[in-house]
């Protein structure tokens, strides 16, 4: 979900071009949502192996990340979350209310053959099991790509790396990288895709956008702790909602007129949420660590092979095309180490 800030932030489109040659760090589990909201058959059925088990993230991953790499020379690095902050858990557990409640809501549709609606409730009824984040993992060093295991949230292990140089940025679409301290982010790194805008009642070409926090807070006037107190205003995920009637623009006027929330008059301190202390606390010092390696290998063909194809049901022509990117990849990388060396 994230926080809300699109209408106060400076945002510059940049382009899959713009990107040729970064590391970028992306949060694996809102990634695999993502593929598992769109890979779907039009009744709304997500694509299965023999067995049965889900493998519309797996789609995603191989056949999208591989293209970003071979034509645009992205290098994904892909971070997995650990157990979620204490403060988090009520939240995710209206998100598991809501899941299971569009689950019902799509079996009715399938029964009254409305498949429109069928798929509609069908995304929302997504849920990530623990043998599709291991599937995944398997996929990722199968093809080489690196992949960190967070303490906690993958966000801010993310925010913590590219803070480090490590990676250039933080692929993602949610601001909360920013509450986390990336030095900058990047939204919509996609192939193709559009964006609804009510407000105008027409629909965007999505393309990167990149967001530099320095920019922000200069051009704002403001701290990053006075941004995570502007956010906790708006509505995080850890307090979805946040204050009734305040949005982003109300809530930099307030932050910038009284500096932070204790200093807030009565009438809205009192609508805060009593944690939001641990709020701004889990974003100024989130659960990180420096047990990690981004190191990028030469794909395992075969393996990749028996697993796609022979496991999880791919066609080989779905195989030969992943393969061939990465062989592609593989090369591309050899040749510039070389000149390097």
């Not at 939240?91 to 899941?99: D, G, I, S, V």
């Not at 967070?150 to 790396?161: G, I, K, L, T």
């Not at 697993?307 to 090369?331: C, M, N, P, T």
Request: charged share 30%.
């Amino acid at each position: 979900m994230g926080v809300l800030l699109t209408p106060i932030l400076p945002i510059r489109r940049i382009g899959l071009k713009g990107l040729r040659g970064k590391v970028l760090a992306f949060d694996a589990m809102v990634t695999m949502y993502e593929f598992l909201a769109l890979v779907r058959l039009p009744d709304g059925r997500p694509l299965t192996d023999p067995c049965g088990r889900v493998t519309s993230h797996l789609v995603g991953l191989a056949t999208r990340f591989t293209r970003l790499m071979y034509e645009y020379g992205i290098k994904p690095v892909f971070v997995f979350d650990g157990p979620p902050p204490r403060i988090k858990r009520e939240a995710l557990e209206a998100r598991r209310k809501q899941r299971a409640k569009a689950l019902e809501e799509w079996v009715r549709a399938l029964k009254a053959g409305d498949l429109r609606r069928a798929f509609s409730k069908a995304v929302s009824s997504t849920r990530l099991e623990t043998y599709m984040i291991e599937d995944a993992k398997r996929l990722l060093d199968l093809m080489g790509i690196p992949w960190v295991q967070a303490p906690s949230d993958a966000e801010a292990q993310a925010a913590y790396m590219a803070a480090k140089g490590d990676v250039w940025a933080v692929g993602t679409k949610d601001y909360d990288a920013l509450l986390y301290g990336a030095p900058r982010m990047v939204r919509y790194v996609t192939l193709t895709g559009t964006e609804w805008l009510p407000s105008k009642g027409v629909a965007r070409r999505l393309e990167p956008e990149l967001i530099e926090l320095n920019e922000v807070l200069e051009k704002l006037g403001i701290t990053r702790q006075q941004l995570v107190d502007l956010a906790i205003l708006v509505g995080t995920d850890f307090n979805p909602g946040g204050v009734k009637g305040i949005g982003p623009k109300r809530a930099l006027k307030l932050i910038k007129l009284y500096g932070r929330l204790e200093r807030l008059p009565l009438s809205i301190r009192e609508k805060l949420p009593s944690y939001y202390e641990d709020i701004r606390r889990v974003y100024l010092k989130p659960k990180v660590t420096d047990d990690y390696s981004i190191e990028f290998r030469e794909p395992d063909l075969d393996g990749l092979y028996e697993f796609l194809v022979e496991e999880k049901g791919f066609s080989r022509e779905r195989y030969r095309v992943v393969a061939d990117r990465l062989q592609r990849i593989s090369k591309a990388l050899d040749k510039s180490l070389t000149e390097w060396l």
